[in-house]
């Protein structure tokens, strides 16, 4: 189950729809999504590994693609278990291939799968950049979007930033783009505004035709949307002239209260108004 995105450059992820709750706590009523991604380059190379959720049809998809083919690179942009859980799966059927990583996700490696798989990293960071024949791989850190270790990938040639969790959305990959997203953002990187603010200013210096995210689906029409609503929520400012007040009354006094101040946040202008 693959999906061609350009030119040797394929999906090969998975939904998962039986979940309920993403990372136990977030209600995913639609399922998730866990996106990778394989290019068939002069090397191969992979973005990320998955989570054991889908880890049937991606082998089945990665070894269909490879068709007799060595992984030369894993790009490890976030070592996350729902990224990386599959990573020493990968890593010892392809023996010879080499993990691109920053210096802290190396270490993070090493005590999640031990000293062999740490020395094989390749420690990468900003303005670093691998060519793979066709390619030109550039890296960047993404320090605590939203881990520190995390970095973001982008292809010179067919201008696709992979961008880890950052852009990510949840729900499957048919899901409506805005409102998972931004619910996304709000439990997933929302405390990171400063962080996020430092990631947009490296991707305003790029010319990104394409957003491939580890979770939601892959952006090509609304790249500057989505890039000025991160802008926004990472800047703690509205997108709307509107107010929520919520409560809970035991025996209606609190409502009372609660409907008074919607009445007069009415009285002063403000319409759009949820209780």
Known sequence: CEQKLADGLF?????????????????????????????????????????????????????????????????????????????????????????????????????????????????????????????????????????????????????ILFSADAFGAFGGLEEELLDETRRYYANIVGKYGTQVNELLDKADTLDIKMICPLHGVIIRDNIDLIKEKYRTWASYESEDEAVVIAYASVYGGTRDVAEKLAFKLSDAGIHDLAL
């Open 11 to 159: 999906w090969i992820g998975g939904d998962d729809k039986r979940l309920g709750l993403f990372e136990g706590c977030h209600p995913v009523p639609h399922g998730m999504s866990y996106n990778n991604y394989l290019l068939l380059d002069e090397k191969v190379v992979l973005f990320d590994t998955i989570d054991r959720a889908v880890e049937e049809r991606f082998f089945e998809t990665l070894e269909y693609l490879l068709d007799g083919r060595e992984i030369d690179y894993i790009i490890v942009d976030h070592v996350e278990p729902d990224h990386s859980a599959t990573l020493s799966a990968v890593a010892d059927a392809h023996p010879r291939a080499k993990l691109v990583c920053t210096k802290i996700c190396k270490t993070l490696i090493g005590q999640f799968f031990g000293p062999e798989l740490e020395a094989r990293c390749m420690v990468v960071g900003d303005g670093d950049s691998l060519s793979t024949g066709a390619h030109t791989l550039a890296f960047a850190t993404a320090t605590m979007v939203h881990w520190p270790e995390v970095m973001v990938t982008y292809d010179v040639e067919d201008k």
